[in-house]
């Protein structure tokens, strides 16, 4: 069940940077006038986020799998 869990939390947490990233960027397009530049920009900052923090959780989910090995 624990590893549901986690890959529903990389699922999330990927999704929903790429769309914080898309609307920051079009709320810049929509007060600064820089269409298309801040959606483009807010879009790829917000994938960047997504999958260095779906990097960070692939990492913790082997120290744990070692850790499980290690221990009797």
Known sequence: ???WGLYG???FQLAMSVVL???AGDYVDRHLGWS???TL???LLGSL???TQLFKLIRYKE???EKSKEAP
């Open 41 to 43: 920009v807010g879009l």
């Open 1 to 3: 069940m624990w590893a």
């Open 63 to 65: 120290k744990l799998e």
């Open 49 to 51: 986020v997504g999958f």
């Open 9 to 11: 939390a990389i699922g």
């Open 21 to 23: 990233g898309l609307l």
């Open 36 to 38: 298309p530049w801040g």
